[in-house]
């Protein structure tokens, strides 16, 4: 329940609202065909010149000024016996009637009429001061109908009305004016899910994020498989790395299952060898870690032990080939190293770290950012990294659905789960939520929703909250660079349909213009 502040001036709820007579839109009204009041949507006929729209919010009031319903225009109607097709036929067979069935608004046979969603109610108690409660008492007919001043929607969604107070995201609409949208801070330790189809503004929106997060002085990690970040990191003073160039993890902090991820082939024997001795040195690099927040432990001392205990177990001829085996993979692999490396004394002090990994095999882009997650995650226990957020793009290759398991998918699960108690907030992003572990969206508490396929729709929706099915169903025709935002009560009282506002940074992959690129090719070829 949120208090709003004392307001000076007039003494009743609609002065305290602002509302006046020129915001009136409409009345209250009954039909057995059109509807009644339910405690869940409300009908008004729609005052003669007004043009509300679709999605506006409304102040409905009652009997008494100590109490009124606010809700948003979900739907609408126009009735006009004199547009119904047969009248219209017999005009033009007969020339007869009106040549014009709608001469103005106010013809007394035309009749519009709205509905809308009623989401709560505002009660303003004896020190003049309003809160915002769930609705309780049912709408009367015949009362009048007001368009809310947008300055007032930010207090009923429970959000910060100052981007110092949270992330500026865009605008919310309504009618004809609209407001700052700032989400707020707490939406970002519980995890965000951007979701939406090829081409509406998800990576767009990812980037005014980062704007904002960065601007907060929250560092950033980001694991870019198309490059959508790589202009926006230069333009933050960030630093970009490629993995397996110049961005690798240390192999003897990973894990062991992410560890034998990479190295193929291991029989049963072998594995259970290389596990004992792997665990062994995994002690010993936290050990280190803690004392000097840096690891550095040749592979040459896993050989080692790896042979020692295949000795002390009487396999020696198996530690052998193990050993050969092991070193084969780490000498191959350009994504392990033997030392902590300076990608992550610059993530410390640089406001984004943003790692391309579009050039790698999907198994090689799990390994490294499973692995990665395992560090960061033991480093961010440990104090010895500041509280961060990992954004992870094209969410649905490293989080299946349909159960598929992988030692990466694993870490990167129970990061999420565990992540917010350690100060790490998560961002998954997808254009395929129906190809994405449903638990994984679900621990997500805020979601970012744009124009959706009906399949991927199916699955979203039952995630999003009081989103009315009016809603739900526009969805699939989300102009681009509009997403409803919805998420747990307690961070933002009601869903919102939000228009992202622009970015400050380059946008690093716009939809390419195949004519054009295929004509660029042709010059160069000329060459």
Known sequence: MQVAERSDTGTGIKAILGLTEEMRIGTTSSDPYLGSP?????????????????????????????????????????????????????????????????PTDKAPHVTRVMAAEIL????????KNITVKEPNQLAQTGKGVYELPAN???????????????????????????????LPMEAIARHLAVVGKTGVGKSYFVGVLVEELVRHGIPVIAFDVLGDMVKATED???????????????????????????????????????????DALFNKAFKTLDETAAVNIPIKNLLGEIQNLATEFGQTAVGGRATKKVETAFNRNSLLTAKTEEWLSEFVKKPITNIFVGHL????????????????????????????????????????????TTPSTLVIREMIRTARHDGIGITLITQSPASMDKQVILTCN????????????????????????EMKSRIPKLAKGTAIISSATDIMRHPALIKIRQRQTRHGAPTPNLAEDVKEWRKMQEF
């Open 38 to 102: 339910t405690f869940d949507e409300v009908p008004f006929h729609v005052h003669v010149g007004c043009r509300p729209a679709l999605g506006t919010y409304i102040i409905i009031v009652g009997d008494a000024d100590e109490f009124v319903h606010y809700g948003r225009i979900i739907s609408g109607t126009e009735d006009n016996p004199r547009a119904n097709p047969s009248s219209l036929q017999q005009n033009q067979a007969y020339q007869v009637g009106s040549r014009d069935p709608r």
């Open 120 to 127: 709560g109610e505002i009660h303003l108690d004896d020190d």
């Open 152 to 182: 007032k929607i930010p207090q009923l969604l429970n959000i910060p009305d100052s981007s110092d107070q949270g992330f500026h995201i865009g605008r919310v609409e309504s009618g004809n004016s609209s407001v700052d949208f700032i």
């Open 236 to 278: 933050l003073g960030g630093c970009n790395f490629k993995a397996g160039e110049n961005f690798r993890v240390p192999y003897s902090v990973i894990g062991v299952k992410e560890f034998l991820g990479f190295v193929p082939n291991l029989t049963p024997d072998q594995m259970e060898i290389v596990s004992f001795a792997y």
């Open 361 to 404: 095999s999907q198994q090689q882009r799990n390994l490294i950012v499973g692995a990665t997650a395992r560090l960061l995650q033991a480093l961010r226990k440990r104090e010895q990294v500041p509280p961060f957020v990992f954004v992870l793009d094209e969410a649905h290759f490293f989080l299946p659905s349909g159960g598929e």
């Open 446 to 469: 805020t979601r970012v929703v744009f124009a959706l396929d009906p399949d991927d729709l199916r699955l979203v929706s039952g995630t999003m909250g009081d989103v009315s099915e």
